[in-house]
């Protein structure tokens, strides 16, 4: 027992006490250790997440920048995207939205209906397919035998060309028999079916005129048909004798091609044709749903594509509305000036009848701003709203003064046209009219003869209508 306690002492003996060196260095290990540590497990880390965060700061920063210059863009990237909107309308306007031979048919009626010229068959092939661009699109073949004079045929042909809807003419052949000329055109027709979304009914089926000299579809003896009984009633009713005003028919919503566009995501809606009227055959049906949350609340209806010009300035502007109960918004109109300027006037604040009412809205007076031309209706709910409903809207028209000096001043509003290359008496009245009816009226006016030729930029008194 005594030698292992001495063993033991003896192994004891042999740690010395560390020399204040030693001790200087193990702190200087230990102090590394710790900064290793902290920079392993803490510091790098940090460092990491720091960066990471600083590029995500940046990246937002970017983002921000690019949202930030998106919002001053707002109403330029509005009015490219309403220059889109018309575009597409007028390219769906001037090509036929589906191949149906009923319509197609009224359609060639007014075209065709030259009196110099024959015509006693139409002959339709099937719809194909033709691949143009990488886009599949249907057209159809229409084989037409003609006979007539040479002028006839020509009129005919600058009918075809100068037609709304884009027609192509596949052939023409002519031969000489006897002092007529015998022929056949061959037409080729394309459609937007299955490209873009259309309306089917790309023209009104009216019954035949009765002034449609030389129609493929004639009327009964002692017809009269709507359109005329209309147009008197109208004529008839724009003086206004009380107040001396003439009332001029800016629109009357009797197509179909009518677009619904919304200010921001929240409003939701839809135009379409209704048989409930106040005259013509429809009124256009409005209904929408609006969440007021954006600086501009707004459901438009697009009226850009239908050419609504005021040259100088009316008194007032009007419009049939037809409610179903009280709407707390605003309704109103845009005009455009030639510079394109948008100039928004309030046609009524709210709307607190049900039934059909006349509305008005004073005009912008200034001559310097003219002419104007009218592109949108719009209905606007005011901040942190709400609402849904329908209106209906039907007549709108311009007013404008007429003096009391009797009788000459209750005479029709002119307009005037600029003669193009290859214009006819006929075209023009096609063009502004969309009917040749008035080519005649067009001829009196302006002093000429029929058959003479207009020269370019001769300038023609036209009728409003």
């Known amino acids: 027992m005594k030698m292992d306690q001495k063993i033991f002492k003896k192994n004891k003996n042999k740690f010395r006490p560390l020399t204040t060196k030693e001790k ?26 720091l960066s990471k965060l600083e590029s995500e700061r940046i990246e937002l920063d970017l983002r921000l920048n690019e949202i930030n210059a998106t919002l001053k863009r707002e109403n330029l990237i509005k009015k490219e995207y309403e220059n889109l909107l018309r ?22 009626n ?17 719809p194909a397919t033709e691949k143009i661009k990488d886009m599949n699109i249907q057209h159809m073949g229409i084989s037409i035998p003609i006979s007539g004079d040479y002028d006839g045929i020509s009129s005919i042909v600058k009918s075809l060309d100068s037609s709304p809807r884009r027609i192509l003419i596949d052939s023409l052949t002519m031969d000489k028999a006897g002092e007529e000329l015998i022929g056949n055109i061959s037409l080729k027709i394309y459609s937007l079916e299955g490209i873009v979304e259309t309306d089917g009914n790309f023209i009104n089926v009216n019954i035949a005129e009765g002034s449609s000299e ?18 008197s009633k109208v004529a008839s009713s724009e003086i206004d004798d009380s107040n001396y005003t003439k009332v001029y028919l800016l629109h009357d919503f009797e197509t179909k091609d009518y677009y619904f566009i919304p200010s921001n995501d929240l409003i939701k809606g839809d135009v379409s044709p209704s048989t409930t009227r106040k005259s013509g055959k429809y009124s256009l049906r409005f209904e929408y ?3 007021a949350l954006e600086d501009e609340n707004r459901a438009y209806i697009d009226l850009s594509s239908k050419d609504i010009e005021l040259k100088y300035p009316p008194d007032k502007i009007s419009m049939w509305v037809y409610s179903y109960g009280y709407l707390p ?35 912008p007076h200034d001559l310097s701003l003219y002419p104007l031309k009218l592109t949108h209706l719009y209905y ?5 709203r709400d609402d849904i409903g329908v209106m209906l809207i039907n007549k709108l028209e311009a007013l404008y003064p007429v003096n009391e000096d009797g009788e000459a001043n209750k005479k029709p509003l002119n307009d005037f046209y600029v003669v193009q290359p290859g214009d006819t008496v ?11 009816k008035y080519k005649n009226e067009i001829i009196q006016n302006n002093s000429l003869t029929s058959g003479d030729i207009l020269p370019v930029g001769k300038v023609l008194v036209l009728v409003r209508r």
């Open 24 to 49: 200087y260095l193990i702190s200087i290990l230990v102090i590394i250790l710790v900064f290793w540590a902290s920079n392993r497990f803490i510091l790098t880390p940090q460092a990491e997440k």
């Open 87 to 108: 575009e597409k309308n007028e390219t769906i306007t001037n090509f036929f939205s589906t191949l149906d031979q009923s319509q197609i048919i009224y359609f060639l």
């Open 110 to 126: 007014d075209l065709l209906s030259d009196k110099d010229i024959a015509i006693t068959d139409l002959s339709f092939n099937r």
């Open 214 to 231: 030389g129609s493929m579809f004639d009327e009964y003896e002692g017809y009269i048909d709507e359109d005329t009984k209309n147009e």
């Open 289 to 291: 749903n609006i969440l």
């Open 329 to 363: 918004g605003t309704m109103g109109i845009r005009l455009r000036t030639q510079t394109g300027e948008d100039i928004d006037v309030i046609v009524s604040n709210g709307i607190s009848w049900v039934g059909w009412s006349n509305i008005e809205a004073d005009m």
């Open 380 to 384: 606007e709910l005011p901040f942190n």
């Open 426 to 436: 006929s075209s023009i009245s096609r063009k502004v009219y969309g009917t040749i």
